[in-house]
């Protein structure tokens, strides 16, 4: 069936290092992208989205790029601080109420 | 503004038995899911609505039951719990639909079913 993956279970880095978070889907037909970041004990916030008519969108320290040839996608931290260790979720919002998340990939934060 | 809350934290049940979790949101917003979360996976939808009085199914709907008679709330029902039902769950909000907007999340129930 149709599904959204991370590459990695878990990812360690120095703090000040960038932090690159892979994620790969399989429809073709997904064109919004959202990335989640959820702490110890709390529910999933949000971090940043992407539409397909995009490749590159930036936030805050935050950069998510989207290749549609290879249906993947990455979220990029700069700088990370100990405050961005946290499980992070890709999800595919391919239809209404339809939020397919991804298994998740734990940041740590060395410090 | 509270945001997304729910009610209980924690609940310990014994199987067979039912309970209704509840979700409140004080942002006005027309959609409103449920979402359970097993170690070490993602979140999966299990109902949703799209305003007050609607409901649908989302991925793993079997063994719930849902209900937004109020657009501030929705409530998700287990009639005859069951081990396999022992997760947490999170109830979320939007504006619009997930594709327009982002979800607001509330802070999780954790069950356990025996």
């Known amino acids: 069936g149709e599904s959204v993956g991370l590459h990695l279970p878990t990812l360690s880095v120095q703090e000040g290092d960038n932090s690159i978070i892979n994620c790969a889907y399989s429809?073709?037909?997904?064109?919004?992208f959202i990335w989640y970041k959820q702490e110890s004990g709390k529910g999933p916030q949000f971090i940043i989205d992407?539409?397909?008519?995009?490749d590159k969108r930036q936030g805050q320290r935050v950069t998510v790029l989207l290749n549609k040839t290879v249906k993947h996608l990455s979220l990029q931290i700069a700088a990370t601080q100990p405050g961005d260790s946290a499980v992070y979720f890709c999800?595919?919002?391919?239809?209404?109420?339809?939020?397919?998340f991804g298994q998740g990939t734990t940041l740590q934060v060395k410090p | 503004n509270a945001g997304v809350t729910q009610t209980p934290k924690f609940r310990v049940l014994k199987t067979g038995q039912s309970m209704t979790l509840l979700c409140a949101q004080d942002?006005?917003?027309?959609?409103m899911y449920w979402y359970r979360q097993d170690p070490g996976m993602g979140l999966r939808l299990i109902h949703y609505?799209?305003?007050?009085?609607?409901?649908a199914k989302g991925e793993v709907p079997d063994g719930y039951n849902v209900s937004r008679l109020k657009k501030q709330n929705f409530l998700l029902g287990l009639e005859s719990a069951a081990p396999s039902q022992t997760s947490v769950y999170f109830c979320?909000?939007?504006?619009?639909?997930?594709?327009?907007?982002?979800?607001?999340f509330g802070p999780g129930t954790r069950l356990t079913v025996l």
């Open positions: 999800a595919d919002g391919r239809g209404t109420g339809k939020l397919i």
């Open positions: 992407i539409r397909s008519n995009m």
């Open positions: 609505s799209v305003g007050e009085g609607t409901t």
């Open positions: 979320a909000s939007s504006i619009l639909g997930p594709r327009d907007n982002e979800q607001f």
């Open positions: 429809n073709s037909a997904s064109d919004y």
């Open positions: 942002m006005n917003h027309e959609y």
